[in-house]
């Protein structure tokens, strides 16, 4: 039986007033392995392990469709790329980020800005930084000036302090079209 939900897509009833704005949040999580190369927001990362999954695995890509798809109520990146699926086998998640943009065409919401931070010892992100919000922008369909990047460490605590992988937050908001 399919999910209700609360989705952008619902036609407005006359009480209900649509916001202008909305906002979503992602989040997502891979464990290393030095089998694959390190894909972080379409962009090839050198000098720390690749991460394990289905797809590439790329952190920022999941978190982000995530948090654009629960902007628009839209559900999950598990229900429109399920990893039982060998069609997503070592897919590209720019390609699900892209997805989730062209899925929000429905709704009349486009992608307003996003906010990105990736949780890691390893690597430094800062060398990588300006070359992901170009990727990220580029399938976001925004400028990059929209479109933010951070990287922490985790002061070595926990699973993440021991280089078991890395994780991953993202915001978006999506604007009513006019
Ligand atoms: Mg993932």
Known sequence: MPRERSGASRPP??????????VGIGYDSHRFTSRRPLILGGVLVPGAP???GHSDADAICHALTDAILGAAGLGDIGEMFPDNDSANKDRDSI???EAAVRSLSATGY???QVDVTVIAEVPRLGPHRQA??????????IDSERVSVKGK?????????????LACIAVATL????
């Open 175 to 178: 604007n009513r079209k006019r």
């Open 95 to 97: 390609q699900m980020l």
């Open 13 to 22: 009833s006359g009480s209900v007033k649509i916001p202008p704005v909305r």
């Open 132 to 141: 992901i919000r170009e990727r990220l922008a580029a399938a976001l369909g």
């Open 153 to 165: 460490t985790n002061e070595g605590m926990g699973w993440i302090g021991r280089n078991e992988g």
């Open 50 to 52: 690749g991460l394990e």
């Open 110 to 112: 486009d992608v307003g």
